[in-house]
């Protein structure tokens, strides 16, 4: 986990003095693109005022760059094409002037921080050996590749805070959708022509797409948005980042903070228009909403200051879970239920909370539109500026089985997005934000997605005759007169005795196949109550199934410390925000920690076998409905060859 606390204030006089070459830069400027082609269209920005003259050419002040002129007559002048998109004014709108102090601001910014990191890795004394013309053979491949990210640096800069600054600027575009295409005008040469180039490519978009006011906010922010997306790729493959993604920096006058490549967005609400249910209106799945309740209090212990949760701190948090269960059995209810939760406690503490939920609505037959578009949703539920719950039902339907013909190029794009994100090299577990896939077919699942789930929530509706009874009462209504009898309504809903009694069932596993691991292990070596026994376990589930791997036990220990989290934050702390919540960081996560309950042998077993239960239970599905499809093909080829035979005759 990236450290969140060390923040590098950058110093308002550094921004301002960047001021007027940012001014220039918008002003007029000329760049001959080299990997991009000019779109048809896309004609030269008209003076809004005759009789000024044309703007001046921006001439690079970087000490150390000596750039052959690029010159073409036209130029281009950001400011001209920001204006020219309502030519029914003369004066600029507050729209047109607030994109353009945001591009002003932000490229202030971009230079403050390139020239940050030039300072602090040395580039700067190689720019000035470069110039004067002293630069050794040996540095010359070092110098090369700080150029290089001092460039995709000052892009994602330029394009983050751009779009920090723009976030809701105007309600009345918010609606409106534009798509750009693909960025392509990335030269890493160095900062300053990085900068012109994207900013070229910036201007011809604008003419192409920003036809009306309300389209100028979001084209400016789909080409950012396509920005941020293209740097980041090539960041993956760059070196010499470290300086730039070890810091995290901050513009106070903003409350913008600069996380390495992580976009960061202006913390704002998602309006639910969902039904919200109580916990006592779900039924059964004790142990599921147990977490859940659990996980919607978690949250709330989130540190906006510091951008961390003591709980992801101490180890008990979880990022991503999955609910499974056959139709009807309450997954939509835990749902409404949790994000009902969060919404009420985000209300008590004036905390922005999101909620989103991935659709099949996502999956688009434009290549790449679908990565794209699962992309943005996890972006919008990690914003660290918010309290975020992201949701992801029917994920069997959504998300492609890698070596499943069936499976769409579309499906397997929004795969590729999940499994990066949830456990990718880059992925930051801050604790601001949660991951629900749900699925009634949780084998069609990918394995190597399914795995990515940290936490497993079997959602399997009522079971009991009480539950049964409890549910009918509930779904009737108030609008009868028809007596209970002999029934204490909602008791067997009593979380807490009803959980330790479901925790206490997985001591022995419940699936066949793992049964047979369980008692043999046993049979051979005795109770298990060693750390090399339990290993020994591990290890006999493993030869039984080769998917339980490494990432199965990381889940399964993760899985011990949440129940070493074992308790649940009091409703007084959500109630009342100041005993609990507006806290300092390092009483919270002490506060937590002395609640905190010592891990236990029997904690491990339970553990092993709820979750090596879940994946027989899986396989077992998916080798079954393998076997019934492939029994159901050989019928049809036998019923088509005896249909044919008989044509013949």
């Not at 700067?124 to 090369?144: C, I, M, P, V, Y």
């Not at 070890?246 to 106070?252: F, I, L, T």
């Not at 339980?548 to 899985?559: L, P, Q, S, V």
Request: hydrophobic letters at 40%; one cysteine or more.
């Amino acid at each position: 986990m990236s450290n969140t606390s060390d923040l590098m204030e950058l110093k308002e006089e550094l921004i301002r003095e960047k001021y007027s070459a940012a001014e220039s830069l918008l002003d007029g400027f000329d760049h001959t693109p080299r990997l991009a082609k000019p779109k048809a269209g896309a004609a030269p920005a008209k003076e809004k005022s005759s009789g000024i003259g044309t703007r001046r050419r921006f001439r690079s002040t970087t000490p150390g760059l000596v750039t052959k002129s690029t010159a073409r007559a036209e130029g281009v002048h950001i400011i001209n094409r920001v204006q020219e998109n309502d030519d029914s004014e003369v004066l600029m709108s507050p729209m047109q002037a607030n994109v353009l102090h945001s591009l002003r601001r932000a490229l202030a910014v971009s230079m403050v921080v390139a020239d940050q990191f030039a300072d602090h890795t040395g580039l700067s004394q190689l720019l000035k050996d470069n110039l004067e013309g002293g630069l050794a053979a040996s540095r010359k491949s070092e110098f090369t590749e700080l150029l290089a990210a001092s460039s995709v640096i000052s892009l994602h800069v330029f394009a983050n805070m751009t779009s920090f600054l723009l976030a809701n600027a105007h309600a009345d575009a918010s609606d409106v959708k534009v798509e750009v295409g693909e960025v392509e005008e990335v030269l890493t040469d160095n900062a300053h022509l990085a900068l012109t180039g994207t900013l070229w490519e910036l201007d011809q978009d604008l003419a192409i797409f920003a036809t009306s006011q309300d389209k100028l906010i979001p084209t400016v922010t789909a080409f950012l948005e396509q920005l941020m997306e293209k740097v980041a790729l090539r960041a993956s493959n760059m070196a010499r980042l470290d300086a730039f993604t070890s810091v995290n920096y901050r513009v106070e006058e903003d409350d913008f903070q600069i996380n390495g490549f992580t976009p960061s967005a202006r913390g704002n609400s998602t309006k639910l228009t969902m039904t919200f249910k109580k916990p006592n209106e779900v039924v059964g799945n004790h142990i599921a909403k147990y977490q859940a309740m659990k996980l919607s209090k978690m949250l709330m212990a989130y540190d906006f200051d510091r951008k961390l949760n003591p709980f992801a701190d101490l180890g008990g948090f979880i990022f991503t879970f999955m609910g499974d269960g056959a139709p009807g059995t309450g997954k939509t209810t835990l749902i409404q239920m949790m994000a009902g939760m969060i919404s009420e406690y985000c209300n008590h503490a004036g905390y922005p909370f999101k909620f989103q939920n991935l659709s099949t609505d996502s999956i688009d037959s434009y290549q790449g539109k679908s990565g794209q578009n699962a992309k943005a949703f996890i972006n919008n539920i990690i914003d660290p500026n918010v309290i975020g719950f992201g949701t992801i039902d029917d994920i069997d339907q959504l998300a492609g089985k890698r070596g499943d013909r069936q499976s769409s190029a579309g499906q397997l794009e929004i795969t590729a997005v999940l499994m990066e994100s949830f456990a990718g090299a880059n992925t930051v577990v801050r604790g601001n934000c949660t991951f629900g896939m749900f699925s009634n077919y949780p084998e069609n699942v990918d394995d190597a997605l399914r795995q990515r789930a940290g936490a497993r929530f079997l959602v399997d509706g009522p079971q009991t005759r009480e539950d049964y009874i409890d549910i009918l009462h509930l779904l009737m209504g108030k609008n009868h007169s028809i007596p209970t009898g002999k029934h204490e309504l909602f008791a067997a809903q009593q979380i807490k005795k009803a959980v330790s009694d479901s925790y206490e069932s997985y001591s022995r596993p419940k699936e066949e196949g793992l049964v047979k691991v369980f008692d043999t292990v046993s049979k051979k070596i005795g109770k298990l109550d060693t750390i090399a026994k339990l290993g020994t376990y591990l290890k006999g589930i493993q030869e039984a199934d080769e998917r339980f791997t490494g990432r199965a036990i990381k889940n399964i220990t993760d899985a011990v410390k949440v129940r070493a989290m074992d308790f649940e934050l009091p409703d007084e702390w959500m109630e009342k925000p100041d005993l609990f919540l507006f806290k300092d960081y390092d009483i919270k996560r002490k506060m937590i920690a002395d609640m905190a309950k010592p891990i236990t042998v029997e904690m491990v077993i339970q553990e092993i076998n709820r979750y090596a239960d879940s994946e027989f239970r899986y396989a077992d599905k998916s080798d079954e409905i393998a076997i019934e499809n492939m029994v159901r093909d050989y019928g049809l080829q036998e019923e088509a060859k005896k249909r044919y035979v008989k044509g013949k005759g």
